[in-house]
């Protein structure tokens, strides 16, 4: 009898794993970041809003190559 519950445990807890990681965690990050993003830049004001959003996406598309010292872009890695 304890085979079977693993059995079946196994046979629900695996396929369940997959679905979450690869069908249903993509949909939520696409749905969800967004929306927070908008939520945040209604919070903070069309101005504001749209002032920290520009801060942020300067701030994380510059990054410093170790090897060269200088500064690259991520579209340029």
Known sequence: ME???R???YVLF???IYFYSFI???ILKA???PGGVALLWLILG???GTRALKKHSRKSSLVFSR???KPCYLAGL
């Open 3 to 5: 085979f079977i519950k």
């Open 24 to 26: 249903l965690g993509p």
């Open 31 to 33: 749905v969800l970041v």
């Open 46 to 48: 069309p101005k504001e």
């Open 67 to 69: 090897t060269h010292k």
């Open 7 to 9: 059995v079946i445990g």
């Open 14 to 16: 695996i396929p369940l």
